[in-house]
């Protein structure tokens, strides 16, 4: 098929979707290993497996994370909410909206829907594909939608109190500045953006064993770093793309230093701290 104008700002345009499910995530208990935790705390599986009713992606329609442990990919999307969740009320902010930005195939959102605790749930991707996964097999209280690459979404002013991106920054070569005003404007005071990104800590601790690596390994502009020792992050913003005629295509490393006084000036930071998976961290960004 011909390449057309939407395949510039965003994916699958014009893919149909494949009618492959597997089932809920109950019937995958088995595949539980242990390798997916909270800080050390035990997470609420018995209460999150009796609440979530929905069947799960394929790997077709999750591109392949997890592999064949359906269920540690359920779980991971537990992990992180229940990460949220808990800073939320640490902290003392108060959520009933929340976006998932770069929702994929409702890995986390389903999560913070089946949870209970939010009145509104919204999800967006700019894979035309997910966001169609989401409307056919997810709850209709989770309202999904496809963005593009250009920062501008169709919510209104101050509306949400939570905002997530799980590994959206980390692959997102342009106008970062851009998305966070954007979120700025569609937070209510108060709330907050959950950011996963590549920073100093991945530059410094990213081996051969991680997916990240074995990924960079054959980027060229990555060869310079190749047997390398990786100490200071080389740049402000570190960008290795893969396409240059398409967006969301790189992997992007960010210095603290640049997080702090660039998207420090758009909305307050709060904290920064190791998340899981180890190669990730997570930046919690504040609207006063």
């Not at 976006?99 to 035309?128: E, K, Q, T």
Request: hydrophobic fraction near 40%; charged fraction near 25%; proline fraction near 6%.
């Amino acid at each position: 098929m011909d390449r057309i104008w939407e395949d510039a700002i965003s994916l699958n345009a014009s893919a149909e979707l494949s009618d492959a499910i597997l089932g809920k995530p109950r019937e995958y208990v088995e595949l539980n290993d242990g390798s997916v935790v909270c800080n050390g705390s035990i997470l609420p599986v018995d209460g999150a497996l009796a609440r979530d009713d929905s069947v799960l992606p394929t790997l077709e329609h999750r591109e392949g994370y997890y592999g064949e442990n359906h269920f540690n990919y359920w779980l991971s999307g537990l992990r992180d909410y229940e990460q949220l969740e808990g800073w939320l009320r640490a902290n003392g902010v108060e959520a009933s909206a929340l976006l998932d930005f770069g929702c994929a195939s409702g890995r986390f959102a389903r999560h913070a829907y089946y949870a209970g605790l939010l009145s509104s749930v919204y999800a967006c991707d700019i894979n035309r594909l997910h966001v169609d996964w989401i409307a056919r097999n997810l709850p209709r209280g989770i309202l999904a939608f496809q963005n593009t690459s250009v920062p501008l979404l169709p919510i209104p002013d101050g509306c949400l109190d939570v905002v997530t991106a799980f590994s959206v920054f980390t692959h997102l070569e342009s106008f970062d500045t851009s998305w966070i005003m954007e979120f700025r404007r569609i937070l209510r005071p108060g709330g907050i953006a959950w950011l996963t990104i590549h920073g100093e800590r991945t530059w410094r601790e990213m081996n051969d064993t991680w997916p990240l690596y074995s990924g960079l390994e054959h980027n060229p502009a990555y060869a310079p770093y190749l047997d390398v020792e990786h100490t200071e992050l080389p740049a402000d913003r570190l960008l290795f793309r893969w396409k240059p005629d398409r967006s969301y295509s790189a992997n992007v490393f960010y210095r603290t230093d640049y997080l702090r006084k660039t998207w420090g000036r758009l909305l307050t930071v709060r904290d920064i701290f190791p998340a899981l998976p180890p190669y990730q961290d997570v930046i919690v960004l504040q609207k006063n």
